[in-house]
Nanobody, 123 residues
Framework: QVQLVESGGGLVQPGGSLRLSCAAS????????MGWYRRAPGKQRDLVATITKGGSTNYADSVKGRFTISRDNAKNTVYLQMNSLKPEDTAIYYC?????????????????WGQGTQVTVSS
């Protein structure tokens, strides 16, 4: 089992910045990919950004150039630096970790989620 604890959400004005953190604990040895997803009111949960243990990143088009995902493997923590925030970034942000196990020679993936942290962008 992997436990994820997020922090750093809050209320910010348009154009402002926030930094989210997600600390992983438990059986983290086989965790490779980590990332952030968000769910806006009345919408489905969407990908924001992901990062592999080796540092390869992927971003949703809507956040490219404004958000930066990073990872400290020594601290088992992933970060999301959010700059130039817009009202449409308002959502609950969820941390995700993907555990990869090999069973009978085939990969098996387990997804873990944090409890979510609210980000509200409003004047």
């Amino acid at each position: 089992q992997v436990q994820l604890v997020e922090s750093g959400g809050g209320l910010v004005q348009p154009g402002g910045s926030l930094r989210l953190s997600c600390a992983a604990s438990g059986s983290i040895f086989n965790v490779n990919g980590m990332g952030w997803y968000r769910r806006a009111p009345g919408k489905q949960r969407d990908l924001v950004a992901t990062i592999t243990k080796g540092g390869s990143t992927n971003y949703a088009d809507s956040v490219k150039g404004r958000f930066t995902i990073s990872r400290d493997n020594a601290k088992n923590t992933v970060y999301l630096q959010m700059n130039s925030l817009k009202p449409e970034d308002t959502a609950i942000y969820y941390c995700n970790a993907v555990e990869t196990l090999i069973r009978q020679g085939y990969p098996m993936y387990n997804n873990y989620w944090g409890q979510g942290t609210q980000v509200t962008v409003s004047s």
